[in-house]
């Protein structure tokens, strides 16, 4: 089956892809405690070059699993990854669905943590400017421009 074997190829390529993206969500996770908005900005731009490899990758698994699913001996409909698994008996294919069944799950609960971070300091943003208009807010005495303006009587 060549196009089984195309198939791992994919999923070993996504299974990296995964372990990357889950190292880049570590490092942000450090980045949002240690609030250094320039790593942050970086590391964005890579998760989405990551996450536009990996849509890609989805794409090609797709195409490929429904070819295998249409081939003889399987229905059409059987084209999930487990479906597969349980249809060719694959072990090594078993394999890389469970580190991607686990890589999922550790990227989904970094994810979480990551945008509680991200809550927290946008709530903490919102009380602190809170309390600066509370005793301040705008003044008559300031312009628009930011310069200062005396009052000479």
């Known amino acids: 089956m060549k196009s089984l074997g195309a198939l791992k190829t994919i999923l070993m390529e996504q299974e990296k892809c995964c372990k990357a993206l889950v190292d880049l969500l570590q490092k942000e996770r450090a980045y949002l405690i240690d609030f250094e908005v320039a790593e942050i900005e970086e590391l964005t731009k890579g998760k989405d070059t990551l996450l536009l490899r990996l849509r890609l990758l989805e794409e090609e698994r797709l195409r490929l699993t429904a070819a295998l699913a249409a081939g003889p001996g399987g229905p059409p409909a059987d084209v999930t990854l487990r ?6 008996a694959d072990a ?34 919102r009380c602190a400017t809170g309390f600066f208009q509370a005793f301040g807010g705008l003044r008559p005495d ?3 421009s930011g310069a200062l303006v005396s009052r000479e009587t």
């Open 142 to 144: 300031r312009s628009a």
């Open 83 to 88: 479906g597969l698994v349980d249809r060719t």
């Open 92 to 125: 090594e294919l078993s394999g890389i669905r469970l580190k991607l069944v686990s890589l999922a799950q550790s990227i989904e609960d970094l994810n979480n943590f990551n945008r509680h971070l991200v809550d927290r300091s946008l709530g903490s943003i």
